[in-house]
């Protein structure tokens, strides 16, 4: 017993340690990705929206904030008309975010980081639940860039096109 009697004390150090490391290690699995925050400008020059795919339906801007663990991800479009439209995703790490979009979908959304930067991974369903659209994007930051590698399928069709934007 008189063993026991010292051992308690350590026992609680050893797991509170323990538990602090635990924690620091999965915080730093958020903050390990780049920082992605801030205003960013497509650049058309450097992107390839893919000989199917409108260059109006993708983003012109995307702005990215940091806030408490969470990435908003606020994406503007311009039409040929001049129209602009804008969209808002708030992204937690191992969370599905969900949302009904403008055109009326059903958006679920997952986020995952990696030290090299992050994956955005989405569904689209309809009312009737039926996956109608899903698209995987590969976020990294080069050569102070933002870019995205988008896989894209809309009705079974599947696109492939790479992003960059400057700030």
Do not use: C
């Not at 960013?40 to 801007?61: C, F, M, Q, Y």
């Not at 039409?79 to 009326?104: F, H, P, R």
């Amino acid at each position: 017993m008189a063993y026991r009697a010292w051992y308690y004390p350590f026992k609680i150090i050893i797991n509170m340690k323990t538990i602090i490391i635990t924690g620091l290690l999965f915080s730093s699995l958020w903050v390990s990705g780049q920082d992605f925050t801030g205003s960013w400008k497509r650049d058309n020059l450097l992107s390839n929206a893919g000989e199917h795919i409108s260059i109006n339906s993708i983003p012109v801007t995307v702005e990215v904030k940091k806030a408490d663990q969470a990435l908003i991800i606020t994406y503007t479009s311009k039409n040929g008309k001049g129209e602009v439209s804008s969209s808002t995703d708030t992204l937690s790490e191992g969370k599905i975010s969900q949302k009904v979009t403008a055109t009326g979908l059903h958006k679920s959304t997952t986020l995952k980081a990696d030290g090299a930067g992050y994956e955005i991974t989405s569904d689209y369903r309809d009312d009737t639940g039926t996956v109608v659209r899903t698209s995987k994007e590969a976020w990294t930051l080069t050569d102070g860039h933002l870019q995205i590698i988008a896989d894209f399928t809309s009705n079974e069709v599947p696109y492939h096109f790479v992003e960059v934007f400057g700030k």
